[in-house]
């Protein structure tokens, strides 16, 4: 599955036709937690691109040249996991340094990534696909852009709504739920793409 039209198939599907978010309801806390500004969904989005596409790579390469040759590949979730809080405590480091107004922003989302289950869900795919590295990553990066795409989108809908003479009763959270609800509906259509 190496071959370029393969790996547009797979970028194509993973974010868009399989979302992360939207289809396979990985990754929600951080979706309706910073989806409040278009800003702040945008930073942790691309937070989320760096760190699944890394942990695509580590993952796939201590899964094939560690845990496989030494036949214990039954501790994989416990390394993948570590690999990704490694790479998250890097992502936070930076971020307080270089960017300390998405840092306070992200707030407690930007260490939950950790515990994210789309980011150790895209490490166990790539696995139990049998995904080559080349492959793994770009599955990963495909699978973060898919869930970038959609906090962006929710974030905008959650901007533009904010004004609207809503019912009481459907104010915050019920508004939010509705408003993801129709966009895992709307991104169905994408199936017929493949």
Not at 5 to 34: E, H, T, W, Y
Not at 88 to 115: C, D, H, N, W
């Given at each position: ?71 214990i590949e039954y501790l ?50 790539n696995v139990q696909k ?65």
């Open positions: 599955m190496e071959n370029v039209r393969d790996m547009l198939i797979l970028l194509v599907s993973a974010s868009l036709v399989s979302n992360v978010v939207l289809s396979q309801f990985l990754g929600l806390c951080p979706f309706l937690g910073v989806s409040k500004k278009i800003k702040t969904a945008a930073g942790m989005g691309t937070a989320v691109i760096f760190v699944i596409t890394l942990a695509s790579a580590v993952a796939g390469l201590i899964y094939r040249f560690v845990l496989k040759p030494l036949d994989q979730t416990i390394v993948f996991i570590l690999v990704i809080a490694a790479l998250v405590q890097f992502v936070e480091m930076f971020l307080r340094k270089a960017m300390p107004s998405l840092y306070e922003a992200l707030g407690v989302y930007l260490p939950l990534i950790t515990t994210n289950c789309a980011v150790l869900g895209v490490a166990i795919t049998e995904y080559g590295i080349l492959t793994g990553i770009v599955n990963g990066f495909a699978t973060a852009l898919g869930f970038t795409i959609a906090i962006v989108i929710l974030a905008g809908i959650r901007e533009k709504i904010e004004y609207n003479d809503i019912p009481e009763s459907f104010k915050g959270m019920p508004t939010v739920l509705l408003t993801a609800g129709l966009m895992a509906i709307a991104f169905c259509g994408f199936s017929g793409l493949l």
